[in-house]
């Protein structure tokens, strides 16, 4: 069975104090991981996807990287419109390549 | 260009009642998947549909059901309602199946009491 596993469950930085949010997975055979951005009451936005060990993506303060068994989200200098709850997601190759199974996500909170 | 849209925003029904959720996907996307996500979790996978087709199917009981149409919306049935039924739904299309990334809409709000 597909798992993913997100920490911290939440996360409080000042603004401009850098940090990184941890996704491990366990998936048979990786077709995929992705990371969303959710607000509160809306639905998710995808920022990344991320297909094999080593890739590396960025989007303005944002950087994705993946590993074998990790996904990293690296916020750099965040501002306090960067408060949000992220999700990563990981889509297998076996029996249920057709969905996404998600962590339960990480709410970070930038203060001013 | 028009996201992934959904109806109604909001909802509150009666223990027992039956409700549909619609949902249109980006023009151009063939698949519609479902998602239920309960406060403090993450999305859960209930339903994929692919040119009118059933492609995957989460673990819910069968009074979750779902249909897509030939011009690729699609509805979410649930029978017999029951409290724990309270969540977001969300759903979410892409170009295929199981290739491409997922846009999802902005959700619909049932509240069971």
């Known amino acids: 069975e597909d798992q993913v596993t997100q920490s911290p469950e939440a996360l409080r930085l000042q603004e401009g104090e850098s940090s990184s949010l941890n996704c491990s997975y366990t998936v048979s055979g990786l077709r995929g991981l992705f990371w969303y951005r959710q607000d509160p009451g809306k639905g998710p936005e995808f920022l990344f996807t991320?297909?094999?060990a080593g890739e590396e993506k960025e989007k303005e303060r944002l950087k994705a990287t993946l590993t074998k068994k990790e996904s990293f989200l690296h916020i750099t200098a965040p501002k306090p419109e960067d408060s949000a709850t992220y999700l990563c997601a990981a889509q297998g190759t076996g029996a249920g390549s057709y969905q996404l199974t998600f962590g339960k996500g990480t709410k970070l909170s930038v203060i001013p | 260009d028009a996201g992934v849209t959904q109806s109604p925003t909001h909802l509150i029904k009666t223990r027992g009642q039956h409700v549909t959720l619609r949902c249109s996907p980006i023009?151009?996307?063939?698949?519609v998947s479902w998602y239920q996500q309960v406060l403090g979790q993450g999305p859960q996978f209930i339903f994929q549909y692919y040119e009118k087709e059933e492609r995957g199917r989460g673990n819910f009981p069968d009074r979750f059901s779902a249909r897509q149409f030939p011009n690729y919306s699609s509805e979410l049935n649930v029978n017999a309602l029951l409290l724990g039924d309270s969540a977001l739904y969300l759903c979410?299309?892409?170009?295929?199946?199981?290739?491409?990334?997922?846009?999802f809409g902005s959700g619909t709000r049932l509240t069971v009491v």
């Open positions: 991320l297909y094999s």
């Open positions: 979410a299309s892409s170009l295929e199946g199981a290739n491409y990334g997922y846009t």
């Open positions: 023009s151009g996307h063939k698949s």
